[in-house]
């Protein structure tokens, strides 16, 4: 929470003339500054209370004084009461208007009543047009708009913070970005994102902020770039490095993806992330990688011995594809006339025609009818090239 601006010098008497205060109102304010110095501030607060006078200087005074032991005290409401008194008196020299001005816009701004703090904060920042009391004004007034979600003002506010700067600073950045944000002014959002990885490059939410603002632009290539980078500046969480493996593939860099997924570990999931590895090594054509990922996933759920199966056959491995066929749980007429092709090429053609007439027995296709003509045929020439 933001402390109030105690710029208001305790010791009022100091900073008033005493020909200006009447001489009743300048003693009880000077008894009760010694209270206050010795931090006794119900006492100075009981003494000053119960004044009350026709000069309105007097009661400008007194009533500031004593919004600042109401504030000590810890009775904040009665401070903002009195300090808003001696405000619309209006009879305070233009330093002590405006110090007492902002100590109650402040007060108002810790209270969370931001509307009320705005109407002074506005005031203020008119009063002070330029330097640093100016950004600092404007900062305190973006951040009140910030609280009430008034995007567009809270924007504009944080815009004069940034713009009064010689250096980019994270906090108005901050600001900045989640009034872009709320807005959906996601180019600009990628902007100020850019900035704040600039100075915060080791903060994770930067990272995801930026990647998640990229895809909404439609622009994956340059999400992809940016989980590349931030794998040097921070640790990958599993839901990054999934997002990283995906963007990889649809850039058309499977190899890269399967390579990122072969380092992560997902937990609770092996089947899957071996299922998703050798499809990666798969459309990479790097047909062993893809294979050894497919026994891995068999290691878990057997049906996958036909996928390796099928891309053993493809390198021409057919002994070590009717191993991993033979090995699949399931009688099924693909099953049967892929272990058909495997002994039609290891040149066992009667255990061939056998799969195959089995195959059409549990499942008749054209296509299967076709095949047993043809193993038909070969084993009737095979038969009859022996009787001769």
């Not at 009743?24 to 209270?35: D, G, M, P, W, Y």
């Not at 007034?141 to 009430?148: E, F, M, V």
């Not at 099953?335 to 059409?360: H, N, P, V």
């Not at 499942?363 to 084993?379: A, C, F, H, I, M």
């Amino acid at each position: 929470m933001m402390k109030p601006w105690l710029s208001i010098v305790l010791l009022v008497s100091a900073q008033v003339s005493a020909t200006e205060l009447s001489r009743f109102s300048a003693q009880k304010l000077q008894q009760a500054e010694k209270f206050q110095a010795n931090q006794q501030w119900q006492k100075a607060i009981e003494l000053l209370a119960p004044i009350e006078s026709n000069r309105q200087y007097d009661l400008a005074v007194i009533k500031r004084a004593l919004g600042v032991y109401y504030w000590q005290n810890g009775q904040v409401d009665l401070a903002i009461d009195s300090l808003e008194e001696s405000l619309s008196v209006e009879q305070l020299d233009k330093k002590a208007q405006k110090e007492t001005r902002r100590m109650l816009a402040d007060l108002y701004f810790n209270q969370q009543h931001y509307s009320q703090a705005l109407n002074h904060y506005y005031v203020l920042v008119k009063e002070v047009s330029v330097g640093k009391e100016n950004a600092d004004l404007w900062l305190v007034i973006a951040k009140a708009h910030y609280q009430l979600q008034e995007w567009q003002k809270t924007l504009q506010s944080i815009n004069k913070v940034i713009a009064s700067q010689s250096k980019a600073e994270a906090e108005p950045l901050t600001i900045q970005l989640a009034a872009r944000l709320q807005l959906k002014q996601w180019h600009a959002s990628e902007k100020s994102l850019k900035q704040l990885l600039a100075l915060q490059p080791e903060n994770e939410q930067w990272w995801n902020q930026l990647v998640s603002v990229q895809l909404r632009n439609n622009d994956p290539a340059s999400a992809l770039t940016t989980l590349a980078v931030a794998k040097y500046n921070i640790v990958l969480s599993e839901q990054e490095n999934r997002l990283l493996i995906q963007l990889l593939a649809k850039q058309g860099m499977p190899e890269q993806a399967a390579s990122q997924l072969a380092q992560v570990t997902i937990k609770g999931d092996k089947l899957n992330q071996h299922i998703e590895l050798a499809r990666l090594w798969q459309q990479a054509k790097e047909w062993d990688r893809a294979i050894e990922s497919w026994y891995s996933a068999a290691q878990i759920d057997p049906i996958y011995y036909m996928e390796q199966a099928q891309l053993l056959m493809h390198k021409n491995e057919y002994h070590l594809a009717l191993d991993a066929l033979n090995k699949y749980p399931k009688h099924s007429a693909q099953l049967l006339l892929l272990r058909a092709q495997a002994k039609y090429k290891l040149g066992q053609i009667e255990g061939a025609l056998i799969d195959a007439e089995e195959a059409q027995k549990v499942e008749p296709t054209q296509s299967g009818n076709s095949w047993l003509n043809y193993l038909k045929e070969k084993v009737l020439t095979s038969r009859l090239s022996d009787i001769r």
